[in-house]
């Protein structure tokens, strides 16, 4: 299912719409394995890009939540070399010197503008101006438009995090910053992260709200402060080491696809592991946790199929012919207990000691609809 989400990634954009967008949600409880789902997206789109199989031509991460050597040693492990990794990714290094503060510090007399700085790394570069989102959004599609390669160069971009975005802005003016590079010509696809439970719950919507893909990170059990046993540190302990990874695809056409896969730590890598069982997992935690029985068993199905109700034509074995009142139905579907001579002879000598009593009602003409507006009373002096 990951693999799935980066293919839509590596499909990139159709000529007329925006670049499709995945949001990668976490919580504190599965902190690690977000951002090591995070890493694994980031790693095997740019191996597609590398082997030439992405629209893109190459991958601007923009990160702030970890080193840039986080990502080029994990990068490495899965089979990117140097020179794979020089022309295919470029990191703006919003991590190691955000606000300039380092800068400043080691060189307190220069007065220039030092909002980037190039490290010694060809593909890294220092940015140290995060509360400026214009310039931030500026030095991405600075950054995408290096990448070599003939004819329209498109370029993918992942920001890592969200979350660590608003400490330094708003919402409004980081919402601005991914929907303008969603809709910029070049950029093929883009990716980010957020930390859902360390915002209101209206953040994490607006967010997805920019996004054509969803991808939620959640506890594999039950958090054991609010369970049954609290203090078990062994479902602690498997919650930092599997985790659920599902994920909500919306189509083109508006249809919205749900998958789920299990993710967890396998030495220093990530590993994803399908779940076969996820209809039954699913409909399970949908069941709300309460004291009564919320299912039939076979014999109250059958008890109430066989209940009688008293609004419903029972018959009597015979087929069943409703009469609506319409002089035009023909004589061989009239009831003729409705006929005037039957009515007459009833009247004359009745067929029980018990008085029977029908109102019978016949329709001015064929063109009186059922529910007509007009009072039925008008025609009385009251």
């Given amino acids: 299912m ?5 293919r839509c990634l590596r499909d990139g954009r159709l000529d ?6 995945l949001a990668v949600e976490g919580s504190l409880q599965c902190c690690s394995l977000a951002a090591g789902a995070m890493l694994h997206i980031a790693a095997a789109f740019a191996s597609q890009v590398a082997a030439g199989k992405a629209q893109a031509r190459g991958l601007v991460v923009v990160a702030f939540d970890r080193s840039p050597q986080v990502y080029l040693e994990f990068m490495q492990r899965r089979g990117l070399d140097a020179n794979a990794l020089n022309r295919c990714v470029r990191i703006l290094d919003c991590y190691s010197d955000p606000l300039g503060w380092k800068q400043k510090i080691q060189n307190q007399q220069h007065q220039g503008n030092s909002a980037k700085l190039s490290t010694n790394k060809e593909n890294i570069t220092v940015y140290r101006s995060v509360k400026d989102v ?6 991405t599609t600075e950054l995408g438009g290096d990448f070599e390669g003939e004819g329209k160069k498109y370029f993918s971009v992942a920001v890592d995090s969200i979350s660590s975005m608003l400490r330094h802005a708003s919402v409004p003016s980081i919402s601005g910053l991914l929907s303008n590079l969603r809709s910029h010509e070049q950029v093929s696809s883009i990716f980010w992260m957020i930390r859902s439970d360390l915002h209101e719950p209206k953040v994490p919507r607006a967010f997805e709200c920019l996004s054509t893909m969803v991808a939620c990170v959640e506890p594999a059990l039950v958090d054991p402060v609010c369970g049954e046993s609290p203090g078990n ?3 602690l302990e498997q919650n930092y080491s599997k985790v659920k990874f599902i994920v909500r695809l919306k189509r083109r056409n508006g249809r919205v696809k749900h998958l789920y896969e299990d993710l967890y730590i396998d030495g220093n890598d990530i590993k994803f592991d399908s779940a076969p069982s996820v209809s039954i997992e699913v409909n399970q935690s949908l069941v709300p946790k309460v004291q009564f029985n919320l299912e039939l068993s076979e014999k109250e199905r059958s008890d109430r199929a066989n209940v009688v109700l ?3 034509h029972q018959g009597n074995g015979e087929p069943i012919r409703i009469y609506d009142g319409r002089r035009s139905l023909p004589e061989a579907q009239r009831d003729p207990n409705l006929t005037a001579p039957a009515l007459v002879d009833e009247m004359k000598a009745p067929k029980s000691g018990t008085a029977k009593g029908e109102i019978h009602y016949f329709r001015d003409s064929d063109d009186e609809q059922p529910d007509s507006d007009e009072d039925p009373d008008d025609d009385l002096d009251i």
């Fill in 310 to 312: 008293p609004f419903e």
């Fill in 2 to 6: 990951a693999e799935a989400v980066v």
């Fill in 134 to 139: 214009t310039k931030l959004l500026s030095f």
């Fill in 233 to 235: 540190m062994s479902i």
């Fill in 16 to 21: 007329g719409e925006h670049a499709p967008a």
